[in-house]
């Protein structure tokens, strides 16, 4: 066997994983991994791995088709073959255990797990309470972000301090002089080679960068790139953006070009995040194992920052309801553009650019509380539970044990649960029980003499409308005044736009309690 040699370390773009673009899709598969912790990563497990990947539907192939009762087993030789032409990729063979890296990567440079071949495979203490709910995305990215090195066993690169925390600094900087980053200045800023603040800020004094070409050619010319324009300026830059997005550090901003800016609902915890001196030794940059040791020990320092945090995330309706009527007056925002906007939730088009940089689940939670807020507005509160920037726009989603959007009066709580699952076990297992027990889990809404419930998905299977359905009768005959109902997307914005949601759930109630009194008669 030929024993590759190891390339001499070179100076990199900052770059992660660009297979999975979205970093809110790592809590799921943190998720459906975790039955698997303590299994070793040879290639009868890791071809088990991957089948139920595809099983559970977070991971996709035309070629494998999957129903409701087929098995990992029923799929193991198709696995093999869709991915077969795959490369050797971070010590894993290539084939499946290639694709298996592909979604281990960024997990592992953030501390999350450790996966090495022919290792147990293990999950931190962050990743395991992130599981749970017992910490948030935007709690987790933050801490494991601020504990990340470039120079690690997972990139064979020379540049050697956090990106992240460089990054900051620059925006800090930025800040206090009234600036802003420009997404065509962030291409730059992911070159930096020693993260030195001060450096960077006289090269964007001297350098203009105007548009992604001229961006493009000045990495070519002073860092020597041969990757194509796309891969330098949109994919790389677009993966790192999300990461720091989701991690609650900075917002976007719209005037005449897309600008990044510090997110201000956030500053002083990011400040406190950067006061933090946690440093790694080079066997620890060097070795897998004891990488994500340190990492996973590292949880402590942060912490206290977090728990003292949590506190600022909570806003009343009051509030809430101000910021999306401010936006919707911001960004002129009609019943026909927020139509258009829904519409466009899955495509790379956006009515409004400037959200379009909000992940498509979020962005569905956004436009709803907007539409409701245009039609409800002025007879209720209206409570989107996501995290938001200091203007509005969501970056994370709520909290575990929050529902998405709480609509209330003194006498009404409407609770609006929003998905773009499609997947009929997915939604099961997701958005059920967790759904009914939002309803029931506020203190806040307890004594409200109306409850009504809305989940909203692009489709519902008729087995999630029937478990709904018998959710609704158990209520109302132990005595509840509740009203639950699944609609189908495109259903509850024609509802909404009617203003009818209150009694279409009423009526709803009546059909389905006269049809389970028909069918007990019956017995």
Same mark, same amino acid.
């Given at each position: 066997?030929? $024993?590759?040699?190891?390339?001499?370390?070179?100076?990199?773009?900052?770059?992660?994983?660009?297979?999975?673009?979205?970093?809110?899709?790592?809590?799921?598969?943190?998720?459906?991994?975790?039955?698997?912790?303590?299994?070793?990563?040879?290639?009868?497990?890791?071809?088990?791995?991957?089948?139920?990947?595809?099983?559970?539907?977070?991971?996709?192939?035309?070629?494998?088709?999957?129903?409701?009762?087929?098995?990992?087993?029923?799929?193991?030789?198709?696995?093999?073959?869709?991915?077969?032409?795959?490369?050797?990729?971070?010590?894993?063979?290539?084939?499946?255990?290639?694709?298996?890296?592909?979604?281990?990567?960024?997990?592992?440079?953030?501390?999350?797990?450790?996966?090495?071949?022919?290792?147990?495979?293990?999950?931190?203490?962050?990743? =395991?309470?992130?599981?749970?709910?017992?910490?948030?995305?935007?709690?987790?990215?933050?801490?494991?972000?601020?504990?990340?090195?470039?120079?690690?066993?997972?990139?064979?690169?020379?540049?050697?301090?956090?990106?992240?925390?460089?990054?900051?600094?620059?925006?800090?900087?930025?800040?206090?002089?009234?600036?802003?980053?420009?997404?065509?200045?962030?291409?730059?800023?992911?070159?930096?080679?020693?993260?030195?603040?001060?450096?960077?800020?006289?090269?964007?004094?001297?350098?203009?960068?105007?548009?992604?070409?001229?961006?493009?050619?000045?990495?070519?010319?002073?860092?020597?790139?041969?990757?194509?324009?796309?891969?330098?300026?949109?994919?790389?830059?677009?993966?790192?953006?999300?990461?720091?997005?989701?991690?609650?550090?900075?917002?976007?901003?719209?005037?005449?070009?897309?600008?990044?800016?510090?997110?201000?609902?956030?500053?002083?915890?990011?400040?406190?995040?950067?006061?933090?001196?946690?440093?790694?030794?080079?066997?620890?940059?060097?070795?897998?194992?004891?990488?994500?040791?340190?990492?996973?020990?590292?949880?402590?320092?942060?912490?206290?920052?977090?728990?003292?945090?949590?506190?600022?995330?909570?806003?009343?309706?009051?509030?809430?309801?101000?910021?999306?009527?401010?936006?919707?007056?911001?960004?002129?925002?009609?019943?026909?553009?927020?139509?258009?906007?829904?519409?466009?939730?899955?495509?790379?088009?956006?009515?409004?650019?400037?959200?379009?940089?909000?992940?498509?689940?979020?962005?569905?939670?956004?436009?709803?509380?907007?539409? $409701?807020?245009?039609?409800?507005?002025?007879?209720?509160?209206?409570?989107?539970?996501? =995290?938001?920037?200091?203007?509005?726009?969501?970056?994370?989603?709520?909290?575990?044990?929050?529902?998405?959007?709480?609509?209330?009066?003194?006498?009404?709580?409407?609770?609006?649960?929003?998905?773009?699952?499609?997947?009929?076990?997915?939604?099961?297992?997701?958005?059920?029980?967790?759904?009914?027990?939002?309803? #029931?889990?506020?203190?806040?809404?307890?004594?409200?003499?109306?409850?009504?419930?809305?989940?909203?998905?692009?489709?519902?299977?008729?087995?999630?409308?029937?478990?709904?359905?018998?959710?609704?009768?158990? #209520?109302?005959?132990?005595?509840?005044?509740?009203?639950?109902?699944?609609?189908?997307?495109?259903?509850?914005?024609?509802?909404?736009?009617?203003?009818?949601?209150?009694?279409?759930?009423?009526?709803?109630?009546?059909?389905?309690?006269?049809?389970?009194?028909?069918?007990?008669? =019956?017995?």
């Amino acid at each position: 066997m030929r $024993i590759r040699q190891k390339r001499e370390a070179e100076y990199k773009q900052m770059a992660f994983e660009t297979a999975v673009r979205n970093p809110e899709r790592y809590r799921k598969m943190l998720l459906r991994l975790s039955k698997f912790e303590g299994t070793m990563l040879n290639d009868t497990n890791l071809l088990e791995i991957i089948a139920h990947l595809y099983v559970v539907g977070e991971v996709s192939s035309s070629h494998i088709r999957i129903t409701n009762s087929i098995t990992a087993e029923e799929i193991k030789e198709s696995v093999i073959e869709v991915n077969s032409t795959r490369n050797a990729d971070g010590g894993f063979p290539k084939g499946y255990a290639s694709r298996f890296w592909t979604y281990m990567r960024t997990l592992s440079e953030l501390g999350f797990v450790y996966a090495q071949y022919r290792k147990p495979f293990k999950l931190s203490r962050m990743a =395991k309470i992130l599981i749970k709910g017992e910490v948030d995305e935007q709690e987790a990215f933050s801490v494991q972000a601020m504990k990340y090195n470039r120079k690690s066993p997972y990139r064979n690169v020379s540049n050697d301090f956090n990106f992240f925390r460089f990054a900051l600094n620059v925006l800090l900087s930025l800040r206090e002089e009234g600036k802003s980053l420009s997404y065509e200045q962030f291409v730059p800023l992911l070159f930096s080679k020693n993260g030195n603040v001060a450096e960077f800020l006289t090269l964007l004094s001297k350098n203009k960068f105007n548009n992604p070409s001229q961006a493009y050619r000045f990495v070519k010319k002073e860092y020597g790139v041969t990757n194509k324009i796309a891969t330098v300026t949109d994919d790389y830059p677009d993966v790192v953006r999300r990461l720091m997005l989701i991690s609650g550090f900075i917002s976007i901003r719209y005037a005449g070009k897309k600008l990044i800016q510090i997110n201000e609902s956030k500053l002083d915890y990011i400040k406190e995040l950067l006061n933090i001196d946690f440093a790694l030794t080079d066997e620890e940059k060097a070795d897998p194992k004891r990488y994500f040791e340190k990492l996973d020990k590292g949880d402590a320092l942060f912490w206290g920052i977090v728990e003292k945090y949590r506190k600022y995330d909570k806003i009343d309706g009051a509030e809430y309801t101000n910021k999306i009527s401010a936006i919707i007056s911001s960004y002129r925002i009609t019943e026909k553009i927020i139509c258009e906007s829904l519409d466009s939730i899955g495509s790379t088009k956006s009515p409004i650019a400037e959200f379009g940089e909000i992940p498509d689940p979020l962005k569905l939670e956004f436009y709803i509380s907007i539409l $409701i807020a245009i039609k409800y507005g002025d007879e209720f509160y209206i409570r989107p539970n996501y =995290k938001a920037d200091h203007v509005g726009k969501p970056y994370a989603h709520a909290p575990g044990g929050r529902g998405d959007i709480d609509v209330y009066s003194s006498e009404v709580y409407w609770l609006i649960e929003v998905t773009l699952i499609r997947n009929r076990d997915q939604m099961l297992n997701t958005e059920t029980t967790s759904v009914i027990r939002h309803l #029931h889990s506020s203190a806040e809404f307890k004594n409200r003499s109306k409850k009504y419930l809305s989940l909203v998905a692009p489709m519902v299977h008729p087995d999630i409308r029937e478990f709904f359905e018998y959710s609704l009768v158990k #209520h109302q005959r132990e005595g509840g005044r509740i009203h639950i109902k699944a609609y189908s997307l495109k259903e509850f914005v024609a509802m909404t736009l009617r203003k009818e949601n209150f009694k279409d759930m009423e009526v709803h109630t009546r059909k389905i309690l006269a049809s389970f009194g028909s069918r007990s008669s =019956k017995v």
